[in-house]
């Protein structure tokens, strides 16, 4: 996972490189790749706390480029007014048909190709400035989240794998949990989310029981 995070932050840090050289097409490129690499993260972190028998599925996601870029429509989201865990949902829905759309950017940020009804496409006629832009700001923003320690995944596992495939509020109450002892480990600081964790999952104030 922090091999993946590294290597988001390198290719965000190049994609900046070339943006500011008016390099468009390939600044946007590498830009989704970063994406594909922060996407890494949460796919791995899911083997931690899912049985066995779904290891091959997930593994089939974690090598899909489309199912590794789900979270790029995120600042979209937030800007939209989206705060909590339901109306941020979007972000990680792997089937969306967002992340077909962003593969198809990266494609077209690369090569020459016939699209459509014979229209032809070069990457520095179809990729400008602007979406150039946002695919780096929402590379770099998805590149800074923080490392990942073997006690965090520790704690995930206790947490979240006894409720896999348990209704989304018996989940939801499983990562307050977790969170809390993220806090009690001294992993999350006090004012790393606002609103709290418990407005951003439940949309208000809700107790943190015990599992």
């Known amino acids: 996972m922090n091999a993946a995070r590294r290597n988001a932050r390198r290719l965000a840090e190049d994609a900046k490189l070339l943006l500011h050289a008016d390099r468009f097409p390939t600044a946007a490129a590498i830009a989704v790749l970063s994406i594909e690499e922060s996407g890494k993260i949460t796919i791995l972190r899911q083997f931690a706390s899912i049985p066995d028998t779904e290891r091959k599925r997930l593994w089939q996601e974690y090598q899909s480029h489309q199912k590794k870029n789900a979270m790029w429509i995120l600042p979209s989201l937030v800007a939209s007014g989206a705060r909590d865990l339901d109306s941020l949902a979007p972000a990680a829905d792997i089937s969306g048909e967002h992340t077909a759309l962003l593969d198809q950017i990266k494609q077209i940020s690369l090569y020459t190709d016939c699209l459509g009804n014979a229209h032809w496409t070069e990457p520095e006629k179809v990729i400008d400035r602007e979406i150039a832009e946002r695919l780096v700001s929402t590379a770099d923003l998805l590149a800074r989240r923080s490392f990942t320690t073997e006690m965090e995944i520790n704690l995930w596992k206790k947490h979240m794998s006894p ?48 599992e």
């Open 163 to 210: 409720v896999y495939g348990a209704p989304m509020d018996v989940q939801k109450t499983a990562l307050a949990n977790w969170f809390s002892a993220m806090k009690e480990n001294g992993l999350k600081g006090e004012d790393d989310t606002s609103p709290t964790i418990e407005e951003f999952l439940f949309g208000g104030a809700a107790p943190l029981a015990d």
